[in-house]
């Protein structure tokens, strides 16, 4: 039997994945809950045909450059700005992601964070443990309602689209949303109305991401874009930390230009203990954690191993990022 194809994976995975990796390739786990550094990932790359990277992993060209039997990275997550495709493109190599498993996990995760941050749920919770939920306060803890308000939704991609849904289906909201392309099933089925930046941020009682993060969408809200937004406006970004600046962030929360946030993902991952935005009541801020559920991590996984495997034999991968690569993709 011909010898198994060497791979790297830069995290210990779920069964429903690590199984079928195992299976077909030799595979060297990283063991560590802390990604492997960027100069002994390229090491261990070196000399393997397949990599299972995280979003936490920098694939760039001078680790591709580096790894000359690489033909597959296989990304455990939709989103792949941690990989230069450009890069892999043109060297050959195949990229896959794990679209479509996650897109309910994490719009449930955007609206749990929606309504926490506007019901000031966590900020409650805090005052309990502290001691000084002393009675039933009339004026106390006040948030903003939710039925029948205006949700902006940045980006009406699969994830955007569930999110929109629940927000309308369930609190009877109405959709606007900002994306270059026309969304006619979020348009058809919701209600949504596709309108310029501005028009969403000076429109919208909740402003939600749902966008890729790339040299386009990079710092897309900032200082002058909170300052369009309602003063009880709540933002959420459950998509890339660096589509917000972060310094203007905690700048109009702290000033009151919008009420509150409701952030999985921060710039940088994790925050600086420092960092003034964690002295805030008004924000949330969960670890990254959109797409944690028991099933849908492993679906993820079995996708990823899925695209590992396909790239490895040179077929079609069944997420594939990249596939205009198969005009001279590495065999
Ligand atoms: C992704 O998949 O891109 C999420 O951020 C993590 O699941």
Redesign the pocket.
């Known amino acids: 039997m011909a010898d198994k194809p060497k791979v790297f994976v830069t995290r210990n995975l779920p069964d429903a994945g690590l199984k079928l990796i195992k299976e077909h390739c030799d595979a060297e786990i990283w063991p560590d809950p802390l990604p492997p550094p960027y100069e002994v990932l390229c090491e261990k790359v070196s000399d393997c045909a397949g990599l299972v990277s995280l979003?936490t992993d920098r694939v760039d060209e001078a680790l591709m450059q580096r790894s000359p039997k690489l033909k597959v990275i296989s990304n455990f997550?939709?989103?792949f700005n941690n990989i230069d495709i450009a890069a892999a493109t043109r060297l050959g190599i195949a990229v896959g992601n794990?679209p479509g498993v996650?897109t309910d996990a994490?719009a449930d995760m955007a609206f749990c964070l929606l309504i926490a941050a506007a019901r000031r749920l966590v900020e409650g919770h805090a005052y309990t443990l502290a001691g000084k939920w002393k009675t039933w306060e009339p004026l106390g803890h006040l948030g903003q309602d939710l039925v029948g308000r205006t949700v902006g939704v940045i980006g009406m991609g699969r994830i955007g689209y569930a999110f929109a849904k629940r927000c309308h289906a369930g609190w009877d909201m109405k959709v606007l949303y900002y994306d270059l392309h026309k969304n006619e099933k979020a348009e058809q089925d919701l209600g949504a109305r596709q309108v310029d930046l501005d028009t969403l941020l000076r429109e919208s009682d909740f402003v939600s991401l749902h966008t890729d993060l790339n040299e386009q969408t990079r710092g897309m809200i900032g200082a002058a874009e909170f300052k369009k937004m309602k003063n009880t406006a709540v933002l959420i970004n459950s998509a890339r930390g660096p589509l917000v600046k972060q310094k203007d962030l905690y700048e109009a929360l702290k000033n009151g230009d919008i009420f509150a946030a409701g952030l999985d993902v921060t710039d940088p991952e994790p925050p600086e203990m420092d960092d003034p935005l964690l002295t805030l009541p008004n924000v949330i801020i969960a670890p990254?954690i959109?797409?944690a559920t028991v099933g849908t991590r492993n679906a993820?996984a079995e996708i990823c191993a899925k695209n590992l495997i396909a790239g490895l034999k040179g077929e079609k991968l069944p997420a594939w990022v990249n596939p205009e690569v198969e005009a001279n993709r590495r065999r």
């Open positions: 979003l997550a939709v989103g794990t996650l994490t990254h959109a797409s993820m």
